[in-house]
């Protein structure tokens, strides 16, 4: 593998630097103080829509060429490999809110995916046009409040087929995305045939925003936060009918899909851990040289030195077996990339949460605040640890991948 990034990746990440540096980074404060202007507490949800300053600024990142950086192999994205998207997607990590900005932000990420790879020429005209132009949002509703969901199978919400339409009855939660009012297309995961071998049950369906019976009951707080105009909501599916066509690849077909979505969506969410830790370790740094208690600055503390070299160590860890893992999923595909996948899974997350919760304790009882976007970054980082599957789902298929050589020769 290749560790040096190519000329093209270069000049990508310079500009994206220059471009954070001038318009991100001294807007955080700006983007916060409108998101409280704009009532985005948890209650007022039903009011969520876009932020201005990002809509000010995605003009600006079109026009630098910096837009759809993510999509590999497609004539309608960047055309990045996930390994040349890597350090871009920690370059915007630095953030939480610059995603948006490049066209680069979950769940359409992997909504757009989804589409490219798995939608049909009048499903990805009717819904990834506008998603890469950014003129909507989407979201992905699996998650169950009633099942276990981190095991898929289990997994109730029905999509029964009645003539030219299928009927969809059941209840999610943890919708990401769907509390932003822009947020027009949901995408569906539920059973279609409830007697069919286990893994081929399930089905993926588009489902309009508008579409009668459904209803987004809440946006569900994570720590206290509210993300909006993100949001988590917690669906009602009361007899949704849509067209028969709006069923994605066929019945059947929705854990094959999974695979293909699920795979790049949380390479991503480590790409962004893994800037989300640089700004921990950057403000712990700077924090240690500043504070001197008991007449030595915490920076010459023993206890101080070792949580930040024991950081850097982590960080640089976990970005080289992301990469590893970018690299695989270039090279043979995301199944069989499966177990590099799950390993990063597991390890970016623990990575940034330890690094931040270090930071936070160098910061005092000032880290704890929101002054700093610690405890916000720690509440990501921590959540991310269930976000497309928790830790010990990972765990376990990473160490079934690695006693299947042994398996037979126990037989």
């Known amino acids: 593998m290749d560790f040096d990034h190519s000329p093209k990746v270069k000049d990508l990440c310079d500009r994206l630097n220059a471009f954070m540096e001038e318009h991100i980074y001294p807007n955080q404060e700006l983007h916060n103080q409108q998101?409280?202007?704009?009532?985005?507490?948890?209650?007022?949800?039903?009011?969520?829509?876009?932020?201005?300053?990002?809509?000010?600024?995605?003009?600006?990142?079109?026009?630098?060429?910096?837009?759809?950086?993510?999509?590999?192999?497609?004539?309608?994205?960047?055309?990045?490999?996930?390994?040349?998207?890597?350090?871009?997607?920690?370059?915007?990590?630095?953030?939480?809110?610059?995603?948006?900005?490049?066209?680069?932000?979950?769940?359409?990420?992997g909504n757009m995916e989804t589409l490219e790879r798995?939608?049909?020429?009048?499903?990805?005209?009717?819904?990834?046009?506008?998603?890469?132009?950014?003129?909507?949002?989407?979201?992905?509703?699996?998650?169950?409040?009633?099942?276990?969901?981190?095991?898929?199978?289990?997994?109730?919400?029905?999509?029964?087929?009645?003539g030219d339409e299928y009927v969809i009855n059941g209840r999610k939660w943890w919708t990401s995305g769907s509390g932003?009012?822009?947020?027009?297309?949901?995408?569906?995961?539920?059973?279609?045939?409830?007697?069919?071998?286990?893994?081929?049950?399930?089905?993926?369906?588009?489902?309009?925003?508008?579409?009668?019976?459904?209803?987004i009951k809440r946006m569900i707080p994570v720590f206290g936060f509210s993300d909006a105009p993100h949001g988590h909501g917690e669906i009602l599916y009361d007899n949704v009918r849509v067209p028969a066509e709006n069923i994605l690849l066929g019945e059947g077909r929705g854990f094959e899909i999974a695979q293909g979505r699920l795979g790049p969506g949380r390479i991503h969410h480590c790409m962004r851990m893994i800037g989300q830790a640089e700004v921990a370790l950057e403000k712990m740094c700077k924090r240690a040289l500043e504070r001197r208690p008991f007449g030595k600055l915490?920076?010459?503390?023993?206890?101080?030195?070792?949580?930040?070299?024991?950081?850097?160590?982590?960080?640089?860890?976990?970005?080289?077996?992301?990469?590893?893992?970018?690299?695989?999923?270039?090279?043979?595909?995301n199944k069989e990339a499966r177990k590099d996948i799950g390993m990063i899974k597991v390890v970016a997350p623990r990575m940034a949460a330890q690094v931040i919760d270090w930071a936070i304790q160098v910061h005092g009882a000032a880290g704890i605040s929101s002054d700093f976007g610690l405890s916000y970054a720690y509440a990501r980082a921590r959540a991310i640890r269930?976000?497309?599957?928790?830790?010990?789902?990972?765990?376990?298929?990473?160490?079934?991948?690695?006693?299947?050589?042994?398996?037979?020769?126990?037989?």
């Open 118 to 162: 798995f939608g049909t020429e009048a499903q990805k005209k009717e819904w990834m046009e506008p998603l890469l132009a950014g003129e909507i949002r989407s979201c992905f509703s699996m998650t169950e409040p009633d099942v276990a969901s981190s095991d898929a199978r289990n997994i109730s919400l029905t999509i029964t087929r009645e």
């Open 386 to 411: 269930l976000a497309d599957g928790p830790d010990e789902v990972h765990q376990n298929q990473i160490a079934r991948l690695e006693l299947k050589p042994y398996t037979n020769e126990r037989v």
């Open 180 to 215: 932003d009012s822009r947020c027009k297309l949901f995408i569906v995961m539920g059973k279609t045939d409830p007697e069919a071998e286990p893994y081929r049950q399930q089905s993926m369906i588009l489902v309009p925003r508008d579409t009668p019976g459904l209803t």
């Open 298 to 333: 915490l920076s010459d503390q023993g206890v101080t030195r070792e949580r930040i070299a024991e950081s850097r160590i982590m960080i640089d860890q976990a970005r080289l077996l992301t990469l590893k893992a970018a690299d695989r999923m270039d090279k043979v595909g």
């Open 35 to 109: 998101l409280q202007e704009m009532g985005h507490g948890i209650e007022h949800w039903e009011n969520w829509g876009g932020v201005p300053i990002i809509e000010e600024l995605k003009p600006k990142a079109r026009e630098a060429g910096l837009w759809n950086l993510f999509l590999p192999e497609s004539r309608r994205g960047g055309g990045l490999t996930n390994l040349e998207y890597a350090p871009l997607c920690e370059i915007m990590g630095r953030a939480p809110w610059s995603a948006e900005v490049f066209n680069c932000s979950a769940p359409d990420t």
